[in-house]
């Protein structure tokens, strides 16, 4: 279901130093085919590196180039178990576009997805106000002050890359758009502030057989710090995020791969359910 290495098996790849400016364009330009012509790539051992600046500055380019209109963000990586299994120094960014966003209950086909169906159960949240790019970093408070209501999501995962884990030894999937493919959403609550989501549980289910658990304070402690800390992310690199987008805040179960014909569910305590159905 994810290639043929095994999670936290991936070998690091030797190189430290940063791509140059023509590396960078090759690389998003190599992805951005494979997602375009939904088709397996190999990204050259050349072009292979772990400075992450160099990571950050692929997937704004990836996103020049798709030419698709933004409909919000998602984090990667927003635990620690992950980071320190991936060896990633920070968490990872990825655009969530038009055209990828379902209602719960949705059944979603094979042209969304080239090599992998990897689910991800999260908190996401809808703003109500523009945070545009700048120079000061923007408050938690004044994040939660923008937003709309808060829902429980399934992020789907995918890669151009055939070995989802191996790639991780030049964090591939952070390269590819940190594997963003599509989105499902439960129904929005607007009453949510006294939730305490850090504490906030859920259970996923794999074909209505319970799988694992989750809690809110995987996402970086906090759903609505890592909310913060995308909306950072994206102002740094020059992104306005505009009301109406949808921020999702990095999983809260892990990793579960499926393939066609399975469908996953997952239970969130105080929001209900939010379920995706793979043809």
């Not at 072009?47 to 692929?58: A, F, M, N, Y």
């Not at 992020?155 to 790639?167: A, M, P, R, T």
């Not at 499902?184 to 305490?196: A, L």
């Not at 995020?241 to 921020?247: H, I, L, T, Y």
Request: with cysteine.
């Amino acid at each position: 279901m994810y290639g043929a290495t095994a999670p936290s098996a991936a070998q690091t790849c030797e190189r430290t130093s940063p791509l140059s400016e023509a590396e960078i364009r090759e690389v998003a330009t190599l992805i951005g085919s494979g997602r375009r012509n939904r088709r397996a790539v190999e990204l050259p051992e050349t072009l292979q590196t772990r400075d992450w600046p160099s990571i950050e500055r692929v997937i704004v380019e990836l996103d020049a180039l798709s030419a698709r209109q933004g409909a919000g963000w998602k984090v990667g990586a927003a635990s620690n178990e992950i980071r320190e299994a991936e060896g990633l120094p920070s968490p990872s960014p990825g655009r969530i576009y038009e055209g990828t966003i379902f209602n719960s209950r949705a059944t979603l086909g094979p042209e969304l997805f080239i090599n992998y169906r990897n689910i991800e159960a999260e908190f996401a949240f809808e703003l109500g106000r523009d945070f545009l790019s700048r120079e000061q970093p923007y408050e938690e408070s004044e994040v939660r002050d923008g937003i709309v209501s808060l829902f429980p999501a399934l992020e789907l995962g995918d890669s151009v890359f055939l070995d989802w884990y191996g790639s991780s030894g030049y964090f591939g999937t952070c390269l590819d758009n940190g594997g963003s493919a599509a989105f499902v959403r439960g129904e929005c609550i607007q009453e949510w502030s006294n939730i305490d989501l850090a504490d906030c549980g859920m259970d996923l289910f794999f074909n209505d057989t319970y799988l694992k658990s989750g809690k809110g304070s995987a996402a970086m402690g906090h759903p609505v710090t890592s909310l913060t800390w995308m909306i950072n992310w994206a102002s740094r690199h020059g992104f306005d995020v505009r009301a109406g987008e949808v921020v999702s805040t990095g999983t809260c179960t892990g990793h579960c791969f499926a393939v066609p014909g399975d469908t996953l569910r997952a239970e969130f305590e105080h929001l209900g359910p939010v379920e995706v159905t793979f043809a």
